[in-house]
């Protein structure tokens, strides 16, 4: 069975560039343009991992990621921030995610974080 990744990004040409590159690599992908769509998906299914922006137009990804963390349905589900700004340290002191890159990144290097967090 498929692996299923949720993109949560609101940049329409960020999050196509992305499903593309995670269909060819055989996940299933779900993606999200804001958080309310994200919590809807997630009401509906857990997906094996998921990747968030840190700038959201209803929100932020670091909220996310910190709600997935406390609970206890979702705390064993990797995140991987993405963010424009370059200030992964400060990132990554707000978030408990398993990995953090920055945008633009390279997308052979993006796909090798994926599949390093969903080997089973």
Request: aromatic letters at 6%; hydrophobic letters at 40%; a negative charge.
């Amino acid at each position: 069975m498929k692996k299923c990744i949720y993109v949560v990004e609101d940049n329409p040409n960020i999050r196509e560039i992305i499903e593309f590159l995670l269909i060819e690599e055989l996940y299933e992908v779900k993606t999200c343009p804001n958080t309310s769509d994200f919590w809807l998906q997630m009401n509906k299914h857990l997906p094996d991992m998921v990747i968030l922006d840190v700038m959201l137009p209803d929100g932020n990804g670091l909220d996310i990621c910190n709600t997935l963390k406390r609970n206890i349905k979702t705390h064993n589900i990797p995140v991987m921030m993405m963010s424009a700004n370059n200030h992964l340290n400060t990132i990554k002191a707000k978030c408990d995610a398993e990995d953090f890159i920055n945008k633009p990144f390279d997308l052979n290097d993006f796909a090798g974080r994926i599949e390093k967090h969903l080997v089973n």
